[in-house]
Structure formats: C-alpha cells, structure tokens
C-alpha cells in the first residue's frame, strides 16, 4: 500500500511567521504534489515536483516555496505566513505518468490556520 | 468557464438508494478520469480509475466515461451510511511525466439510515 505522511494534522501559526509542511512517501514515486484545498474552491496545486531537486509551480505558487532535496521527501515552505493561507494543505504522490499509473496518492492533510 | 464542473450538492438519499454523481468538463484531451473519496478532515483516496470511454464496474460501484459528451459519471448501488464523504472527479490528458490532474471541487454525499 502507498503510503504519504505529513508531518502535522493540526497547525496553529502566526501572520509573518515562517512555516514548514513535511511530506514523506514510501513508494519510491518520481512525482510529487503541494495542493491547497478550501471550500467551494476545490484542490488547487501550489507546486510539484518530478525529481530530486526539480520543482515547477503549479496554478497559485506566490506566498510559498518547495524543497525537495530526496526523492521521498518534499516540503512546503510558507516565507511569512499571511492569514490568506489558512487552509487545508495535501501533499500526494505518483508513479511517473503512463498506462495505469495515471493516479495520485494523497496524505491525510495538514489543516493549517494562521492567526 | 471552469475545466471540470462538478455540482457541489449536498445531496442527501435514503440508505439502500442508487446514488449519480456527475462531472462535466471542457478539454477534449482528458484521457485519463477517477474518482476520489474524501472523508471529513481527511486526505482523499482513489475509489476509482477509467481510461478512455466507457464503465468500469468495482462492486456497488460502477464509473462511466462518455467522452462525445464531456461528461463522466460515478453510480452507487445499495448505498451505506459509510459512503457518507465527499466525493471529487478528476481527469488528466496524461501525456508527460508530471501532467497535471484537474480536480472538481466535490458533491457532498450524505446517506440517511
């Protein structure tokens, strides 16, 4: 079975604080995802990333930054957390695109308010 | 006009009822279209997966793709209270190594004992 933890379920943080999201696969997948999701609003892709070291912006990237120095690893930074970014934050991951390993693997979520 | 359309309910049924949840979408060049279940305060993981046209059929669940329509279907028999969760389409065209899967903002799904 897939696997994709976050670091928190639950963080509380303050306007200008620095924020760090973790997100850990154990499947050894090339493909890595940063969504937000917010009622009515659906998920939206913040980044993603597609190897070691490379990340493309997805549909809403200003305000956060991505690292991903292994391949199981890829963490979501926010640089001075606005109240804006209150939000449910997901992490997922994939195989590399083709045939059946079209799908995504989402983490349980980090439900992330900024005070 | 967004790329995926999906009525975002709630829609609320008896147990035992045959549940339709529906997407529409715009881009022709979506191959690839699933089925997420999210529970509350959970992440969402993948009930279903077609490719191309046509249904797949996975127990008291059965996805239907009609791709001359643009319009993809998920169908519950027998319904559960346990099916009570929000339920999100999503499609790809899958032709890259990281392509992008768009997603429909969800049905809420209530199922009444």
């Known amino acids: 079975d897939v696997k994709v933890t976050q670091s928190s379920r639950y963080l509380v943080k303050r306007t200008g604080e620095k924020v760090f999201l973790e997100c850990v696969q154990d499947m050894d997948h090339e493909n890595m995802f940063w969504y937000r999701q917010d009622p009515g609003l659906g998920l939206r892709l913040i980044y993603f990333s597609y190897d070691v070291k490379m990340k493309e912006k997805g549909d809403i990237p200003e305000g956060y930054s991505v690292s991903r120095e292994k391949k199981e690893r890829f963490s979501l930074i926010l640089e001075s957390a606005s109240t804006n970014q209150t939000s449910m934050y997901l992490c997922a991951s994939s195989p590399i695109a083709g045939g059946s390993q079209e799908t995504q693997y989402f983490g349980p979520g980090t439900r992330l308010l900024v005070l | 006009q967004k790329e995926v359309e999906q009525d975002p309910g709630p829609l609320s049924v008896p147990e035992g009822a045959i549940v339709s949840l529906n997407c529409t979408y715009s881009n022709s060049a979506f191959q690839y279209f699933m089925w997420y279940r999210q529970y509350s305060r959970k992440g969402p993981e993948l009930l279903m997966y077609t490719y191309s046209s046509g249904n797949k059929e996975d127990g008291r669940f059965t996805a239907q793709v009609d791709k001359s329509s643009k319009y993809i279907s998920l169908f519950i028999r027998d319904s559960q209270p346990s099916d009570s969760a929000t339920y999100l389409c999503?499609?790809?065209?899958?032709?890259?190594?990281?392509?992008?899967?768009?997603f429909g903002s969800g049905t809420r799904l209530s199922i009444r004992p």
């Open positions: 999503a499609m790809s065209p899958g032709y890259s190594s990281a392509s992008k899967i768009i």
